[in-house]
């Protein structure tokens, strides 16, 4: 993805956090398909804020390491929305707190998926600035 496009997506993905911070669900938001239930509640702590403040391009420690909506796989865990294999290209967005220690918000270039990666599976233990 270009870097334009790149920008687009992040933009996209801040209007979605706005639309979830003045009250709107993912459902009234028009982004889940008729029928389909989200527990808001649970999910909150898969919304974090992030931004591109790092840059570095790194890569996993493994292969199919999962990336998730947030920086939390227990209680409740943050839905998986791709896997990251250890050849491909990711860019290190920022980093925050998360379930058992610190995440990394990535782009991956190989299949456009953006979201959150436990640092501890991050070459270089993910990005360097704080979102």
Same mark, same amino acid.
């Given at each position: 993805?270009?870097?334009?496009?790149?920008?687009?997506?992040?933009?996209?993905?801040?209007?979605?956090?706005?639309?979830?911070?003045?009250?709107?669900?993912?459902?009234?938001?028009?982004?889940?398909?008729?029928?389909?239930?989200?527990?808001?509640?649970?999910? +909150?702590? #898969? &919304?974090?804020? =992030? +931004?591109?403040?790092?840059?570095?391009?790194?890569?996993?420690?493994?292969?199919?390491?999962?990336?998730?909506?947030?920086?939390?796989?227990? &209680?409740?865990? #943050?839905?998986?929305?791709?896997?990251?294999?250890?050849?491909?290209?990711?860019?290190?967005?920022? =980093?925050?707190?998360?379930?058992?220690?610190? =995440? +990394?918000?990535? !782009?991956? !270039?190989?299949?456009?998926?953006?979201? =959150?990666?436990?640092?501890?599976?991050?070459?270089? &233990?993910?990005?360097?600035?704080?979102?």
């Amino acid at each position: 993805m270009k870097p334009f496009a790149r920008r687009l997506a992040g933009l996209a993905a801040g209007a979605a956090f706005a639309l979830a911070a003045v009250g709107f669900s993912a459902t009234q938001a028009g982004a889940e398909p008729a029928g389909a239930t989200a527990d808001i509640g649970a999910q +909150s702590n #898969c &919304n974090h804020a =992030w +931004s591109i403040l790092d840059g570095r391009l790194g890569s996993t420690t493994g292969n199919g390491v999962n990336i998730r909506t947030g920086p939390h796989n227990t &209680n409740p865990a #943050c839905t998986i929305v791709g896997q990251a294999q250890a050849s491909h290209t990711l860019q290190y967005d920022c =980093w925050v707190s998360g379930t058992g220690g610190t =995440w +990394s918000h990535v !782009y991956d !270039y190989n299949t456009g998926v953006q979201g =959150w990666i436990k640092d501890s599976l991050l070459v270089g &233990n993910g990005a360097n600035v704080h979102c």
